[in-house]
């Protein structure tokens, strides 16, 4: 049995997130199906991650045993001809047997995209956040900074979430602009449920003068998600990368 | 009644096209409904062209008579508002009664977009042309250079169109890297039906190696389609801009 690798990229709003759910699309049942397609193998695919419904990736990595000894640039080759045009697979390797896509994985980077156009944009539809009201960078990235360090984020959770440990480290934490868009780059740890969109939601909160800096700091002691900005849509979210001690691919 | 032109933008692949047609959805349709929903007017939209089913807008103008006294910014949002999220009004105005979107137009630009990633990307399905083979910019700008001036495009249409005249003069032509992407850049004064895909499909097949310079010139001789190369995909079309000789907005 060999430890494959995929990196994929898909459309998160064809799917409805990553992970097995009942009466609904996701890219790990589609992944699993497609690799029964190819090998007739039954597998159990382990993904770096849960991402929502509608959120994007442009590298999810994921790993899987396999009997068959097909080549990994024709699996890669095969999956791409039977997967849906919304889910795609970049590259594919052997791994160590103790690679696991999620416990495995270092850090990990997003990026979250709002559109700043006085109108909305037919192309941004479902790729990026709409954002009608004045965004000042300078104000956006002072949030931005206080979020990097070791911080307990519970504050920046959504609610349901069984992670008992809140504390995470967030490496670099930046907005930028990219055209009509203002860009959120973020790398860390690790995330909790929802906190990326959250921090997001938080920095516009700011951005609107509805809360200080000093306020922000505090959900680090509070804890109080209500206290933070919204936990704005998951369709503006894309996984950028995840990265792993070692070389991959 | 005033003459209100508009400027829009929408993704082409959510419409069967410009024009009004039986049983399909249309952006002409989408937004005649619109205008009648907001003004209680029945109105005759006239576009700047037709485009086809899948081709995408970024600057789209039409104009109608309306006797509604309501403001050009009322308007747009209130067309905004009601329109589906694939189609947006950019700008409103008055022009002159005599201004019509398609015969006072003096010059238009398209896009068209090649995606060249050695896998699909999820995030270009229908917003470019994946093109998996080698592509030579060197190569692709020799045959747009053949584009360029006043020339018989007769080999370059899709057969069934009415129109008499094909001479057309291409003002700017050139293929430019974006990224992932190549892209064809063409501004003239007039384009005949399908003409700028059929003009990148021949660039193609000359950068297949299966025709030569010699050749494309040849096509405004012998006006011969079959001898040119393929009509290629309408989703990686994107109707750039149009040009009139006065200021609209």
């Known amino acids: 049995m060999r430890n494959v690798v ?40 382990k993904g770096c991650g849960r991402t929502d419904s509608g959120v994007h990736a442009l590298n999810y ?26 889910v795609s697979v970049k590259k594919a390797a052997v791994a160590d047997d103790g690679f696991h896509a999620r416990f495995s994985a270092v850090s990990k980077e997003y990026r979250y995209r709002i559109y700043r156009g006085a ?14 009201y004045p965004l000042d960078l300078e104000k956006l990235n002072a949030a931005a900074a206080v979020y990097a360090g070791e911080h307990d984020f519970s504050a ?41 969109r959250i921090m997001v939601g938080t920095a516009l909160k700011y951005n609107e003068g509805k809360m200080s800096i000093d306020d922000i700091k505090a959900l680090f002691e509070t804890g109080d998600r209500s206290a933070a900005g919204k936990t704005v849509a998951g369709y503006g979210l ?12």
Not at 69 to 76: A, F, T
Not at 119 to 132: I, N
Not at 175 to 182: M, P, S, V
Not at 238 to 249: A, I, S
Request: charged residues 25%; aromatic residues 16%.
């Open 6 to 45: 995929l990196c994929l990229s898909f459309l998160g709003t064809a799917f409805h997130g990553w992970q097995k759910q009942k009466n609904a699309e996701t890219v790990s049942e589609t992944l699993e199906k497609a690799i029964g397609t190819v090998t007739g193998e039954k597998t159990s695919v």
């Open 119 to 132: 109108v909305k944009d037919p192309f941004s539809v479902g790729r990026a956040l709409w954002y009608k």
């Open 61 to 86: 990595y994921c790993n899987f045993t396999l009997s068959s000894r097909i080549s990994c640039e024709g699996l890669k080759n095969a999956l791409n001809a039977v997967l849906p045009e919304t």
């Open 156 to 196: 920046f959770e959504a609610s349901g979430s069984s992670v008992k440990d809140k504390i995470r480290t967030v490496y670099e934490s930046e907005f930028y602009e990219d055209g009509d868009f203002i860009v959120y780059r973020v790398k860390g740890n690790g995330f909790l449920y929802n906190m990326v």
């Open 238 to 249: 894309y996984l950028y990368d995840v990265y792993y001690g070692e070389e991959l691919f």
